[in-house]
């Protein structure tokens, strides 16, 4: 084996923060995932770039802002020619693999039939060996290895039938977004089980002579809600925590937060979000969460067999958080803590001392610490702090002034105390919060006089500066397309 060590990523999709053992939620079964912070480094207060999937994923890949990188829907992809982190190690020597859904591309808007054509643009991306699947809901139109295992089974077609019923947003005809049925599939076939397997299969059967990077995407735990019944079944009895907070947001009369907010309560269906419904949706998360731990339990084992774990870094994350209910609304794209806040945990070679470390990070810090692992060179214009330093030396991490996350055209930027998002094509405030005084963000601080002082400072000392560089814009954000449909 190389002396470089080998580095696997575990990025699940949609994994709020606090929902983990040993960050302490009372009720979450996740031995594996806690063992690795037994084993290693949490970071308590880490931070997407962008409240959803590709632009979060597209800052991980290139340590870019969403600002400077463009992706800030779900719907352009990164530009050809941008160096990214994979690059970077595999100049250092480093194979690079990766097993499950990446999202780096725009899933359901091309007639792209199959993951395998879209294998050119992963290589390009920096992937020598890119086994692609896509997500639940992608995967009713997308064949990948995944759909295959399941035709093989002849289960494809019940897996699409039940899948098709899932609203994609709030004015689509299908099942309401908090509906939690299970999934009509066995544990063993279930998306984040076959998963687990595969990784664990690639890392036994792996023969090169380079260390290798290995990325597993996790298409769990977003949603639809449907963990197998047995899944669900050991959470029975559990006596399942509500959101911290059922107050919904205020809505602004007029202008862009009232277009963005209206349509995610339209697409989380809260107006018929009931307790009852919360409590169900949380349970099937929750189990969602175990059936990936367990995956994850089948990746250390295999490293332990094939004798690779005390020369392997194993880092475990989400590219966004979900909001399960908080403020009685679902999934992602706003900037509450539960939707911008991810885990991270990092356990070296050999395990360390269980540390967490409570200062700020950027979930994209994490393509950086891997690049510095791999001994890879520095990306021009990269916004992200290696965490290697505080990892292996104890050191604190560098001081964020203000840490940013964007999409939809909306920015965060999150300051000592104080939240403050804006509307980034005129910075207009929407929301200010207190996260000391109001931690469940129940109270919206913009238009109090009291506060003004406050956001003009932050206007002035973050929001201005961060945006002397124009955003990238491939095209219109949501709100003025929402405007111009209004319009006629």
């Not at 040993?22 to 970071?43: M, N, S, W, Y």
């Not at 340590?63 to 050809?80: K, L």
């Not at 945006?467 to 095209?475: L, Q």
Request: with cysteine; aromatic share 8%.
């Amino acid at each position: 084996m190389s002396e470089q060590p080998n580095i696997v990523l575990v990025m699940a999709d949609q994994h709020r923060a606090d929902m983990l053992g040993c960050a302490g939620d009372p009720v979450i079964k996740t031995p594996h995932i806690d063992q690795l912070a037994r084993e290693g480094v949490r970071f308590e207060r880490a931070y997407c770039q962008g409240p959803l999937c590709m632009p979060a994923r597209a800052s991980v890949l290139t340590e870019r802002f969403v600002r400077d990188h463009g992706v800030f829907e779900n719907s352009s992809q990164v530009a050809d020619g941008t160096p990214t982190f994979l690059h970077r190690i595999r100049d250092a020597g480093y194979h690079t693999a990766e097993i499950g859904k990446m999202h780096l591309w725009p899933h359901g808007q091309r007639q792209v039939h199959s993951t395998a054509a879209m294998r050119e643009l992963m290589v390009a991306y920096g992937f020598d060996e890119p086994i692609e699947t896509v997500g639940k809901l992608a995967s009713r139109a997308h064949d990948t290895p995944y759909t295959e295992y399941l035709r093989e089974r002849g289960l494809l077609e019940v897996y699409r039938g039940f899948i098709a019923r899932t609203k994609l947003s709030g004015n689509r005809a299908g099942t309401p977004a908090w509906q939690a049925d299970p999934c009509p599939l066995s544990i063993e076939d279930y998306a984040d089980a076959w998963h687990g397997r595969r990784a664990a299969d690639w890392i036994a059967s792996y023969a090169g002579r380079a260390p290798f990077f290995l990325w597993v995407g996790f298409p769990g735990p977003h949603n639809p809600w449907d963990a197998p019944r047995e899944a669900v079944e050991q959470y029975r009895d559990a006596e399942i925590p509500m959101p911290r907070s059922l107050e919904r947001p205020a809505v602004p009369a007029a202008g862009p937060f009232n277009l963005f907010l209206n349509a995610f309560l339209a697409h989380s269906d809260s107006a018929t979000m009931t307790d009852a419904a919360i409590l169900a949706l949380r349970r099937a998360y929750y189990a969602n969460i175990s059936v990936i731990d367990a995956g994850l339990g089948a990746i250390i084992a295999a490293l332990t067999r094939a004798k690779m774990l005390d020369n392997t870094w194993i880092i475990y994350t989400s590219d966004h958080g979900e909001m399960m209910g908080e403020h009685r609304m679902l999934m992602k794209m706003v900037f509450y803590e539960p939707s911008v806040r991810v885990p991270m945990i990092v356990r070296p070679p050999g395990a360390a001392a269980a540390r967490v470390v409570r200062e700020r990070v950027q979930l994209m810090d994490l393509s950086a610490t891997i690049r510095d692992i791999a001994g890879g060179r520095a990306i021009e214009g990269s916004g992200a702090n290696s965490l290697l330093p505080v990892i292996r030396d104890g050191a604190a991490p560098a001081a964020i002034p203000a840490l940013a996350s964007e999409n939809y055209g909306f920015a965060m930027f999150l300051a000592d105390r104080y939240k403050l998002v804006v509307f980034e094509d005129t910075l207009e405030p929407g929301q200010l919060f207190d996260e000391i005084e109001d931690p469940a963000e129940d109270r919206n601080l913009c238009g109090d006089p009291a506060y003004a002082k406050i956001v003009d400072t932050m206007l002035e000392e973050h929001v201005r500066p961060f945006f002397k560089s124009a955003p990238v814009r491939p095209h219109p954000p949501l709100v003025a397309r929402l405007a111009a449909r209004a319009r006629g």
